[in-house]
Antibody
């Protein structure tokens, strides 16, 4: 059974940093691209970032480029999102999702999410 | 403003058939497959339809997807109260080099 478990969310002041983690199990982690998708309170889904299975390729939404860094540790089956220079508009539930091993790609499995609140 | 356009709301009575549209452009739906996600109240999104019209194992055949040109649709037949929630379409966008989602459609079962 595929499981994705996010952690690391919390309350942080504007300008602060936070690192999210996503522990994966139930599939060959290194074979799959992984993504972060967020959802602001009462709003829709917004793709944040994607990393390839090897970690060699990364992609970011313009809204987070230069501030967030996606990474993975395939030996620990864990995905990360380092978030710096946080802004109020980054407040959201952050979900990690398994993107798939080969095209056509889609967000297959999702974690339960972790809430990030940016406020003074 | 989302790159994919969905109606904000849809509704139907139990047993009815409802459809939710998703309109895009040549750089997203026109060039790539469309996926649909269901988000029930207080839960994480769940894959409902992938590659335009494929259902993951465990998804009832009441749910179906289609695509034509730069638009896609999700159809739900035999509507049930437990179908109430939000539905999102998504596709890769070549010109933006990002994954784009529709704004979501809130489905109400009357």
């Amino acid at each position: 059974e595929v499981q994705l478990l996010e952690s690391g969310g919390g309350l942080v002041q504007p300008g602060g940093s936070l690192r999210l983690s996503c522990a994966a199990s139930g599939f060959t982690f290194s074979d799959y691209a992984m993504s972060w998708v967020r959802q602001a309170p009462g709003k829709g889904l917004e793709w944040v970032s994607t990393i390839s299975g090897s970690g060699g390729s990364t992609y970011y939404a313009d809204s987070v480029k230069g501030r967030f860094t996606i990474s993975r540790d395939n030996s620990k089956n864990t995905l990360y999102l380092q978030m710096n220079s946080l802004r109020a508009e980054d407040t959201a539930i952050y979900y990690c999702a398994n993107l798939g091993a080969q095209p056509p790609l889609y967000f297959d499995y999702w974690g339960q999410g972790t809430l990030v609140t940016v406020s003074s | 403003q989302s790159a994919l356009t969905q109606p904000p709301s849809a509704s139907g009575t139990p047993g009815q058939r409802v459809t939710i549209s998703c309109s895009g452009s040549s750089s997203n739906i026109g060039s790539h497959t469309v996926n649909w996600y269901q988000q029930l109240p207080g839960t994480a999104p769940k894959l409902l339809i992938y590659s335009n019209n494929q259902r993951p194992s465990g998804v009832p055949d009441r749910f179906s997807g289609s695509k034509s040109g730069t638009s896609a649709s999700l159809a739900i037949s035999g509507l049930q109260s437990e179908d109430e929630g939000d539905y999102y379409c998504a596709a890769w966008d070549d010109s933006l080099n990002v994954w784009v989602f529709g704004g979501g459609t809130k489905l109400t079962v009357l």
